[in-house]
């Protein structure tokens, strides 16, 4: 719920769930998070309220926050790990491939689609799994999950392996595993099957590694920026970043970061 400029993170990622055509959502909580139903429920005394005074901007804007997608939501019961928590998501999937995305975390891509528009694109042509990948300096990558695979053409790699969080040097390539993931339902049967692993928890990318070697897997490494909005220079940095896309503000905020410089 940490806002960026005027919205909540989980808000972006939910937006871009929806600009990729993706119209059910199930958001996977922890008990005590009851911020985020409230965020994207309807607000009828609220509506009605801005109705009567006549703020037609404000009730159009949270008018169409509730109409973005029908949202579900999940309690996972103990912090297990990532791969609990999508394992949560289950019987929502059910038969079909499912986009799964972290929600604390922006990506803004450079290219006109979203990386996860690409993702689709790439999922609907060839079927299989689809992986964001981002390079990352080797000073940087045991911190994340990691690929190794081969060129497939396109800008698309074919993985065949992912290890979570490896050494750095033992790491076995510079292409880190990057919030957003699209995955066929067998995820699920592999990760009912994964026992618990790096710190201890059930790690969705031990669940993908056993998926890869039976189905196909592909990474596309999107251009653009991933910003973990838990970390706290890069939360800044998102406020200056998306603070510059707006246009009611872009002007003001420019004049301010010259006079700091
Ligand atoms: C999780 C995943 C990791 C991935 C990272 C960034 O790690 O387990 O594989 O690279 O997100 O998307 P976390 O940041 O939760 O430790």
């Given at each position: 719920?940490?806002?960026?400029?005027?919205?909540?993170?989980?808000?972006?990622?939910?937006?871009?769930?929806?600009?990729?055509?993706?119209?059910?959502?199930?958001?996977?909580?922890?008990?005590?998070?009851?911020?985020?139903?409230?965020?994207?429920?309807?607000?009828?005394?609220?509506?009605?309220?801005?109705?009567?005074?006549?703020?037609?901007?404000?009730?159009?804007?949270?008018?169409?926050?509730?109409?973005?997608?029908?949202?579900?939501?999940?309690?996972?019961?103990?912090?297990?790990?990532?791969?609990?928590?999508?394992?949560?998501?289950?019987?929502?999937?059910?038969?079909?491939?499912?986009?799964?995305?972290?929600?604390?975390?922006?990506?803004r891509s450079k290219s006109g689609q979203s990386a996860l528009?690409?993702?689709?694109?790439?999922?609907?042509?060839?079927?299989?799994?689809?992986?964001?990948?981002?390079?990352?300096?080797?000073?940087?990558?045991?911190?994340?999950?990691?690929?190794?695979?081969?060129?497939?053409?396109?800008?698309?790699?074919?993985?065949?392996?992912?290890?979570?969080?490896?050494?750095?040097?033992?790491?076995?390539?510079?292409?880190?595993?990057?919030?957003?993931?699209?995955?066929?339902?067998?995820?699920?049967?592999?990760?009912?099957?994964?026992?618990?692993?790096?710190?201890?928890?059930?790690?969705?990318?031990?669940?993908?590694?056993?998926?890869?070697?039976?189905?196909?897997?592909?990474?596309?490494?999107?251009?653009?920026?991933?910003?973990?909005?838990?970390?706290?220079?890069?939360?800044?940095?998102?406020?200056?970043?998306?603070?510059?896309?707006?246009?009611?503000?872009?002007?003001?905020?420019?004049?301010?970061?010259?006079?700091?410089?």
């Amino acid at each position: 719920m940490i806002p960026v400029v005027d919205k909540p993170t989980i808000q972006y990622v939910v937006e871009e769930a929806v600009e990729a055509g993706i119209e059910e959502i199930l958001i996977v909580v922890s008990s005590g998070k009851d911020a985020i139903k409230d965020h994207f429920r309807t607000h009828a005394e609220l509506e009605a309220l801005l109705d009567k005074k006549g703020k037609t901007d404000a009730l159009e804007c949270i008018q169409a926050l509730s109409g973005l997608a029908r949202i579900q939501y999940a309690n996972q019961l103990e912090m297990k790990g990532l791969g609990d928590a999508v394992l949560c998501a289950k019987e929502f999937a059910g038969q079909d491939p499912v986009a799964i995305l972290l929600g604390d975390t922006i990506i803004r891509s450079k290219s006109g689609q979203s990386a996860l528009q690409s993702m689709v694109r790439i999922h609907d042509k060839h079927g299989g799994s689809v992986i964001a990948l981002r390079k990352m300096p080797r000073s940087r990558i045991s911190q994340y999950g990691v690929v190794s695979g081969k060129e497939f053409g396109e800008g698309i790699i074919e993985i065949d392996h992912l290890v979570e969080k490896p050494l750095a040097e033992k790491a076995p390539s510079l292409l880190a595993v990057s919030a957003r993931y699209i995955v066929t339902p067998r995820i699920f049967e592999f990760l009912e099957n994964t026992k618990p692993g790096f710190g201890g928890e059930i790690q969705i990318t031990d669940a993908l590694n056993a998926l890869a070697a039976e189905e196909r897997m592909f990474g596309f490494q999107f251009e653009g920026s991933r910003l973990d909005i838990g970390n706290k220079l890069e939360f800044i940095k998102s406020n200056l970043l998306m603070g510059l896309e707006r246009a009611d503000i872009r002007d003001d905020l420019m004049t301010f970061l010259k006079e700091l410089v």
